[in-house]
């Protein structure tokens, strides 16, 4: 069974609509990539799968719920932004811990998590430390602990490493596909940059206009695009 699946999902905004019937099931497990250029759609339907954003008509199911109507803390999802807010006045433990705590789950059970998620993330030496005295990679790494210590059905990640430069993109990207080959976690990976489409996906969805153009393994698409918009998209030869 799909663990997430959509069913002619639209948004309207103001009378204009700008998502217009989107389908996809996402398997127990894929990592998926929405890719398209800006404007096109990919962090209001990522929203609308959190439940930070309304839907205007259709239908999202996550595991064996439809959560059209749940607010995002019911979705059993966890969302890391581009720019990751984290609290400058807790350490990298606390901000880790932070919506465990406010869900009341016991003091030993949050410091496990968290010590688990840091283990992964090789955040040890810093849980202790405040954001203000990490690089940027490890803001980011900090932000996925957050998402990780909750133990989530699915991940949603809204461009993460656009903030960072380009040497320390190359190596998160390597880094969160590591960590999605070890939890196995079901991801929705929103890019507008082709290389990361290319090199994290075990699914790519191209996305144009508020509509899915093309939805296949990364060499398919590049191999066989549908059109020439996906062909100058995915940077194969049309
Ligand atoms: P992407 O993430 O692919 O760059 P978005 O999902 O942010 O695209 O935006 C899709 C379309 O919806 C754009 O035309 C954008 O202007 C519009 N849009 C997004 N959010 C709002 C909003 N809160 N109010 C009105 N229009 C919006
Ligand atoms: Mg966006």
Do not use: W
């Given at each position: ?22 389908d996809?099931?996402?398997?127990d497990g894929?990592?998926v ?5 800006s ?8 929203r ?5 954003e ?7 199911r996550?595991?064996d719920?439809v959560?059209?109507?749940?607010p ?5 999802i966890?969302?890391?932004?581009q720019?990751?807010?984290l ?5 990298v ?17 949050i ?8 283990d ?9 430390r ?7 990679g ?6 996925m602990?957050?998402a ?5 059905k ?9 903030n ?12 969160i ?28 969805v ?5 509509h ?14 549908v059109n020439t ?6 940077g194969?030869?049309?």
């Amino acid at each position: 069974m799909a663990d997430v699946a959509i069913r002619d999902l639209r948004k309207t905004y103001g009378g204009l609509e700008v998502i217009h019937g989107v389908d996809l099931d996402i398997p127990d497990g894929q990592f998926v990539v929405l890719v398209g250029p800006s404007g096109c759609g990919k962090s209001t339907l990522l929203r609308m799968i959190a439940g930070l954003e309304g839907i205007t008509s259709g239908q999202i199911r996550i595991g064996d719920r439809v959560v059209n109507n749940l607010p995002p803390s019911e979705r059993d999802i966890a969302m890391v932004f581009q720019n990751y807010a984290l609290y400058p006045h807790k350490t990298v433990a606390a901000n880790m811990g932070f919506a465990l705590k406010m869900a009341r789950m016991p003091k030993e059970e949050i410091a496990q998590r968290v010590g688990r998620a840091a283990d992964i993330l090789g955040l040890v030496p810093y849980l202790n430390r405040y954001p203000r005295a990490l690089s940027g990679g490890q803001r980011q790494r900090v932000a996925m602990g957050r998402a990780i210590v909750r133990d989530p059905k699915v991940f949603l990640f809204d461009e993460p490493l656009s903030n960072l430069d380009a040497k320390l993109r190359v190596q998160m990207r390597t880094e969160i596909r590591a960590l999605h080959l070890r939890l196995k976690t079901t991801t929705v990976y929103v890019t507008h940059d082709q290389i990361e489409a290319m090199t994290m996906a075990d699914r790519i969805v191209v996305m144009r206009d508020g509509h899915i153009v093309q939805a296949g393994a990364p060499l398919d698409l590049y191999d066989r695009p549908v059109n020439t918009f996906v062909a100058g998209f995915i940077g194969s030869p049309a």
